[in-house]
């Protein structure tokens, strides 16, 4: 049975297109900051990062501003991944700057992302350290599974799939997490959280930060 899955499973990668988000990646992500403006950065604690975003329905030249501010914005924090309500947009949208294992660069931006579930024998867990721009200066080691694949809609509503590995799944896996209201801290242990936000009071924010009432 689960030889028959796993065959199945290559049969379906092989049969289904993933979006190509590595063609001209530093061309592609250069004009989208280069168009952009940088915001200040959301942290914990404020509620726009604790609750589910509201989905996109309008794919049009506001959409677009947004998606290149993100990029702007990613860049001045020096990050991989950003999402729009950690500029404080409560829209379900991410962008990517991220390479993966083979050191391979993956730029992109998806709408409405939805994380598909692996089956079994595709959860293979790697255990590396994860941080976050919105919990500045902290890291932690999480379990994440070492593959994934999200489905989406471009920035013109196209529906899109990416998958990654390494690096860049696990970029996937937090992006997504954060336009359902979860950040990479509520899935430690109260221990390892409290750890974090030492972490976090120690340390000043690199880049620009939107203060906490």
């Known amino acids: 049975m689960a030889q028959q899955s796993a065959q199945q499973d290559d049969e379906q990668q092989v049969n289904?297109?993933?979006?190509?988000?590595?063609?001209?990646?530093?061309?592609?992500?250069a004009a989208h900051r280069e168009r952009g403006t940088s915001?200040?950065?959301?942290?914990?604690?404020?509620?726009?990062?604790?609750?589910?975003?509201?989905?996109?329905?309008?794919?049009?030249?506001?959409?677009?501003?947004?998606?290149?501010d993100m990029f702007a914005s990613q860049r001045t924090?020096?990050?991989?991944?950003?999402?729009?309500?950690?500029?404080g947009v409560d829209l379900k949208v991410f962008v990517y700057d991220c390479p993966d294992d083979n050191g391979v660069r993956h730029v992109g931006?998806?709408?409405?992302?939805?994380?598909?579930?692996?089956p079994p024998e595709r959860r293979q867990l790697d255990d590396g350290n994860e941080g976050c721009l919105s919990v500045?200066?902290?890291?932690?080691?999480?379990?994440?599974?070492?593959?994934?694949?999200?489905?989406g809609q471009?920035?013109?509503?196209?529906?899109?799939?990416?998958?990654?590995?390494?690096?860049?799944a696990r970029c996937l896996q937090h992006e997504t997490d954060h336009l359902y209201g979860r950040l990479y801290i509520d899935r430690l242990s109260k221990r390892e959280r409290?750890?974090?936000?030492?972490?976090?009071?120690?340390?000043?924010?690199?880049y620009p930060v939107v203060a906490n009432d």
């Open 16 to 29: 289904e297109a993933f979006v190509d988000d590595t063609t001209d990646a530093a061309e592609r992500e």
């Open 39 to 68: 915001r200040p950065i959301t942290v914990v604690g404020n509620p726009v990062l604790h609750r589910e975003c509201k989905d996109v329905t309008a794919f049009d030249e506001e959409l677009a501003q947004l998606i290149d």
């Open 77 to 87: 924090a020096e990050g991989v991944g950003l999402a729009a309500n950690q500029i």
């Open 109 to 118: 931006a998806v709408c409405n992302p939805v994380l598909e579930e692996l």
């Open 136 to 151: 500045p200066g902290a890291y932690m080691e999480l379990a994440r599974p070492d593959y994934a694949v999200v489905r």
């Open 154 to 168: 471009d920035a013109q509503g196209n529906p899109i799939t990416v998958q990654g590995t390494g690096y860049f």
């Open 194 to 206: 409290k750890d974090v936000m030492r972490q976090m009071a120690e340390k000043e924010p690199r």
